[in-house]
């Protein structure tokens, strides 16, 4: 069927249409998102598998109420934040992503409107056209779409509100989840039409909701669930009897049918259960479960996995498997991972077609198995697998007919995992491999578990200090073959950390493993395992697709906005580095160096490592010590006398000049650990523990003071002041800054944090040098800051051209450490909501100088003509940048006003060059296009593709591209 004209003429303004043709992600001819619901929508639009729009066309100006009731049904589906509705008066866009507050008008939820005439269309296909989606600045520039507002989160805090409520009435924690998970089990069936109004009638209830909230009905009901279906459904207790009570019921049915447990405000809705995607309901429960036991969850280190970390496991994982393949997850919680698995399986062996009953049952039977210690875990991923299977299923009637068998002893299993299976019913898995292997280990070190869970009659491997993660992935190979497929969530400190212990720990997992690939997930500790306190890593191994030597690509996804608002993860190609694992064996930091860093970070970083000086060999030159300050808890045992008096610095803020005059003095007589008072003679170079605006925190002190162990300290006694003044500048340098990003065990991964071996493996200078004459001009701009007492950004500038003078960097390194020093201060909320704001004329001017540097010394060293540079002048709001590089006679950058639309001007260069720009570009967020004497680049507009550095790299690329050319 011709879809609307009215429709065909907004999807191709925005770009969701080339010409006649659908633009990657879309599809036409009204796919059916949910069977019970009324919504056909015309066309839906997905980015990289998932559904982020959904289109209704309507001939006429359709009712509010209308509007309102799609909005509610696209709201409980949960899975698209963009609604469009088109007529011929207009479109309109929703959002989807908020709770529905009207059943008459969805007015309240409306973004965006245009009419369908050019400039209005235009704007529209600029906010939210298929570019503005795919390159992130829709999600730069939105920020009412909010992933709280969501159906599952929504749903989450409700439960939590009413988890809470019942507790606070002295009901046991395991009974009121108890209590919730069958209500929602009751409810689905209800919604979904399997407990319909004849078996309730034969049942003796009116009234499912005045069922659920009458103590001997809701309970005759609970047994009849669980005697109908049997399995592991959440079993109940006579003391579990005795202690609900009436108030307790009708508290859980209100929410449930849309009653706020706090404010008791009604909605004129209700949580549609029959339409909430089932995946969603088991990462809610899976979510609830960690939170409603959060001291338990912090001290086993257990963390509730997004749906969309799932996804992004189990899309490369499950890639290309057999339909027969058997997973596990030995530390499954409640089951996330499985129940995505089950679905994928039986879609995988049903080949298109509806599945049938038996071939769910015999998948999940046959192929899904996982363990956990804690039984309440266990039950609620029973749970979780039934309702999958109960969702999958064509025709989930009559009651009677879908008796599951237990899972609890037969698939899952209660028990530790490093011993289930040496007794009891974890023991039919003894010997038993799998093909494929995920899951999200416990991550916190805890010293009596740790010696605990290790067997003793077996080697025990490398594994790295306060983590107990490597030793869940050591047991899992347990189970696995030389094919079994691995993605594992793990904590991402040891594999970057520079202690010993955890190099050999990731040295020995990666070689047992490979070929293996990281994804690091660092950027996004905040927000994706808010309750954890240290970053992931996700550690692919054996994929079908890996190369088998020693390569190890490493993906590092940055933080966005898009992700920020939706969770969708953003990964361009320049985000992807591959590291050799035996280069990993002589050089352990470069392992970090590959996830954050560039091409040309690495080379600069080797440059400078093979000045063989570091901060330890050069105070081992000068006969000095980098010291911690001293130790005053922890017991006042020690004699500290010859320190009374000094200045005390003991915690706060360190500037580049210290006014001991104004620190009070050191008063104690004993302390935990004190220092010999030669160590705080001055002139002193001090060091704190944490960064400050992405550069070390560095002070100089002429005299002598006592520090504490926030700060390490290098006494210069008996050596001249401007030296400390010179050291002092290096390590607050750009250098450093950059330095410790690339090498720091805990910066740019963890913690804003500094270590003690971060700081002794710090490349500098020679000695000689730093005596020179030639590092002069650093204690002159190091006395400059001392004046301001402070961090000026001038004087900065300028300490940081004299420490580039002194390490002798040539102008392309210096922008490299620049672009570093930006990278470090992403670390920051602040820096890093900029980095995604649009770049400007001026960022795309210093791009192409770069850019130019590089491909034009080329040129020239073959005797060709030289590139200039033209700068498309886009609109601001455009989600894309183009710049063109031309040969002419010199490397002029200008610019070229442009006013048609973003998806013409597309089509105009395409066609010069014979190339469908607009369909590669859906593929892949950066674009490079060589073509006779003409390159182009295109990405996306923020300002992280536009900087220096990047400039530089990309120039290396084309040059790289240009030389595999030639010899092909």
């Not at 038993?432 to 067997?455: A, L």
């Not at 920020?564 to 470069?590: H, N, W, Y």
Request: charged fraction near 25%; charge should be negative.
């Amino acid at each position: 069927m011709t879809p609307p004209s009215e429709l065909l003429q907004v999807l191709r303004a925005t770009g969701f249409m080339i010409g006649d043709v659908s633009g990657p992600g879309l599809t036409l001819d009204s796919p059916v998102l949910h069977d019970r619901i009324d919504l056909r929508p015309n066309a839906i639009w997905r980015d990289r598998s998932q559904l982020q729009v959904v289109f209704k066309c309507v001939p006429n100006e359709p009712p509010r109420s209308r509007v309102a009731s799609w909005h509610r049904d696209v709201w409980n589906l949960g899975l698209t934040p963009l609604l469009w509705v088109v007529s011929p008066q207009g479109i309109r866009l929703y959002n989807a992503y908020q709770r529905p507050e009207s059943t008459e008008d969805a007015g309240a939820h409306l973004l965006w409107q245009a009419r369908m005439v050019d400039d209005e269309l235009s704007r529209l296909d600029e906010y939210a056209g298929r570019l503005a989606m795919t390159s992130g600045s829709f999600w730069s520039n939105e920020d009412r779409i909010q992933r709280g507002g969501r159906v599952d989160a929504q749903l989450l805090s409700d439960l939590q509100e009413v988890e809470d409520e019942l507790c606070s009435t002295g009901l046991p924690r395991d009974v009121a989840q108890g209590l919730l998970g069958r209500s929602i089990f009751v409810r689905y069936l209800a919604d979904r039409e399997i407990l319909g109004s004849d078996t309730l009638n034969e049942l003796g209830f009116d009234d499912l909701r005045i069922a659920l909230r009458e103590h001997g009905q809701a309970y005759r009901l609970f047994d009849w669930v669980r005697s109908t279906f049997n399995g592991d459904l959440f079993p109940v207790t006579s003391a579990e009897r005795s202690a609900v009570t009436d108030a307790h019921l009708s508290l859980v049915s209100e929410t449930l049918a849309g009653v706020h447990p706090d404010t008791g405000q009604r909605s004129l809705w209700q949580y549609r259960f029959d339409i909430i995607p089932i995946e969603l309901i088991s990462s809610i429960y899976e979510q609830f479960a960690h939170v409603a036991v959060d001291q338990e969850t912090e001290k086993e280190g257990l963390h509730y996995t997004p749906i969309s970390l799932v996804n992004l496991v189990l899309d490369e994982v499950m890639r290309n498997l057999n339909p027969d393949a058997r997973v596990l997850d030995i530390t499954c919680g409640s089951g996330v991972f499985l129940v995505e698995a089950l679905r994928r399986l039986v879609s995988m062996r049903a080949k298109a077609s509806a599945p049938s009953r038996e071939l769910i049952r015999d998948t999940l039977s046959r192929q899904i198995f996982g363990v956990d210690k804690n039984e309440a875990a266990i039950r609620v991923a029973s749970f979780s697998l039934y309702l999958s299977a109960l969702e999958l299923d064509p025709d989930p009637t009559p009651p009677e007919a879908l008796r599951f068998e237990p899972l609890v002893g037969r698939n899952l299993f209660v028990g530790n995992a490093f011993n289930f299976d040496r007794k009891g019913p974890g023991q039919q898995l003894q010997g038993s491999t799998f093909d494929v292997i995920v899951g999200n280990p416990p991550w916190t070190y805890d010293r009596q578990s740790r010696k605990r869970n290790w067997p003793s009659d077996r080697p025990k491997p490398p594994l790295p200090p306060r983590s107990q993660d490597f030793a869940f992935v050591w047991r899992s190979i347990d189970f696995s073959h030389e094919s079994t497929r691995f993605g594992m969530v793990m904590r991402a400190t040891p594999f970057f950390s520079n202690a010993e212990a955890s190099v050999q720990a990731r040295i020995a997992l990666l070689d047992a493993l490979k070929p293996i690939a990281l994804v690091n997930l660092s950027a996004l500790r905040d927000e994706l395992f808010p309750t954890a306190d240290y970053p992931a890593v996700v550690l692919f191994a054996r994929l079908h697709n890996l190369s088998e030597d020693d390569r190890i690509p490493i993906v590092t996804i940055p933080w966005t906005s898009t992700f920020a608002r939706s969770g969708s993860f953003e990964i361009a190609s320049s985000d992807v580095r591959i590291a050799q694992l035996s280069e990993l064996l002589s050089r352990p930091q470069l392992l970090k160096a590959t996830a954050l860093g560039t091409p040309r970070d690495r080379l600069l970083l080797r440059r400078m490592e093979s000045s063989e000086t570091t901060l330890r060999s050069l105070l081992e030159a000068w006969d000095i010590s980098l010291l911690t300050g001293v130790q005053t808890l922890k017991g006042d045992l020690n004699d500290a006398s010859h320190l009374l008096g000094l200045p005390l610095l003991a915690a706060g803020h360190l500037s580049p000049n210290i006014d001991t005059n104004s620190l009070p003095p050191f008063d104690r007589e004993q302390i935990h650990r004190p220092r010999v008072k030669a160590a705080f003679a001055g002139p002193l170079v001090l060091v704190g523990e944490g960064v400050k605006r992405a550069r070390l925190a560095v002070g100089v002190s002429d005299s002598n003071l006592v520090y504490t162990e926030s700060f390490y300290g290098i006494s210069l006694a008996n050596q001249d002041a401007e030296l400390a003044l010179r050291l002092g500048g290096i390590l607050l340098s750009a250098v450093a800054s950059w330095n410790l990003l690339l090498t720091g065990s805990e910066f740019g991964i963890h913690k804003r944090k500094v270590l003690r071996q971060d700081l002794i493996n710090l490349p500098t200078p020679s000695p000689e040098v730093i005596k020179s004459g030639k590092a002069a001009p650093i204690a002159d701009a190091m006395q400059a800051l001392r004046g301001f007492n402070g961090y000026d950004d001038d004087g900065l500038s300028d300490l940081d051209r004299a420490v580039f003078d002194v390490y002798d960097l040539e102008p392309h390194e210096r922008l490299v450490v620049f672009d570093g020093l930006a990278r470090a201060k992403r670390e920051y909320t602040q820096s890093r909501a900029e980095a995604d704001w649009p770049a400007s004329e001026l960022h795309l001017r210093s791009y192409a100088t770069a850019f130019l540097s590089v491909i034009n010394a080329w040129q020239e060293a073959l005797g060709r003509e030289v590139y200039g540079a033209e700068i498309l002048e886009l609109r601001q709001a455009s989600p894309l940048r183009i710049i063109r590089f031309v040969v002419r006679e010199d490397a002029v950058i200008g610019s070229a006003k442009l006013e048609s639309s973003l998806n013409d001007i597309l089509t105009q260069l395409g066609a010069r060059i014979r190339l469908p720009i607009a369909q590669h570009l859906a593929a892949i967020r950066e674009l490079r296009i060589h073509a006779d004497d003409e390159l182009l680049i295109i990405k996306p507009a923020v300002q992280r593709y536009w900087t220096p550095a990047t400039g530089l790299n990309d120039a290396d690329s084309t040059l790289g591209d240009g030389l595999e050319a030639d010899t092909e």
